[in-house]
């Protein structure tokens, strides 16, 4: 099983939509993350969460919300949808590494196309 | 404005050839790491650089981290068609949150046989 999963791998949904994703991971990490990529615009971060009672935000995180539900679950959340929120959304765990070599482990992604 | 700018954006060449890759920014960072990205799958940690001037290698790639930790660079020597995929150079900026990544917008490589 991997070890990093993200439900739905696909989405289709209008403007104005509430949607969730959601993302589980069973490498015992304190560290999740959501970023969303665009063609030629690389991976940016949405937010961030340390620990359990841990949110921050990131670059984009306006039109975005996210909950910690337990260590091991993070959710994505668009309040209203917007077309150009069409992405390809990934969310990554990580540990606390060694100095600067810290890894983060994305998994597969969650393609969102907003009507 | 982009804190990691990658080069080229895409690049397409034979099986056999040598290629590299740039990663610059203007920032300091506190280490630097490489990505590569398949079709419907997430990007896969390929290596960390962490001491200015380090080399490291994995095969038939080098990695280079520059002196003053503001660069990086991904050399591969006689490409295969199993290099395809999309490379993405990241880091955390000096004095940010170590888990706090920026990521360049990547390098899209095609290998053909």
């Known amino acids: 099983d991997a070890d990093v999963t993200q439900t739905p791998r696909n989405r289709i949904t209008k403007t104005g939509k509430r949607i969730m994703l959601e993302c589980s991971q069973t490498k015992g990490h304190d560290r999740m993350y959501w970023y969303r990529q665009d063609p030629g615009l690389g991976l940016r971060l949405i937010y961030y969460?340390?620990?359990?009672?841990?949110?921050n935000k990131g670059e984009i995180s306006d039109g975005y919300s996210v909950s910690r539900q337990a260590q091991a679950k993070f959710s994505l959340s668009l309040e209203s949808a917007i077309p150009n929120q069409t992405a390809l959304y990934f969310c990554?765990?990580?540990?606390?590494?060694?100095?600067?070599?810290?890894?983060?482990?994305f998994g597969p992604g969650t393609r969102l196309l907003v009507l | 404005t982009q804190l990691l700018e990658q080069s080229p954006q895409f690049l397409s060449i034979q099986e056999g050839e040598n290629l590299t890759v740039y990663c610059n920014s203007s920032s300091v960072f506190s280490s630097l790491q490489w990505y590569r990205q398949e079709p419907g799958e997430g990007p896969v940690l390929l290596v960390t650089?962490?001491?200015?001037?380090e080399v490291k290698k994995l095969k038939r790639l080098t990695f280079q981290f520059g002196d003053a930790r503001k660069d990086s660079s991904l050399h591969i020597t006689a490409a295969q068609t199993g290099d395809t995929g999309l490379y993405l150079c990241?880091?955390?900026?000096?004095?940010?949150?170590?888990?706090?990544?920026?990521f360049g917008r990547g390098t899209q490589l095609t290998v053909w046989p």
């Open positions: 650089v962490v001491t200015g001037g």
């Open positions: 990241a880091g955390p900026r000096r004095g940010s949150t170590l888990g706090r990544l920026y």
């Open positions: 990554a765990t990580s540990t606390a590494g060694r100095g600067y070599q810290e890894t983060q482990y």
């Open positions: 969460s340390f620990d359990v009672k841990d949110i």
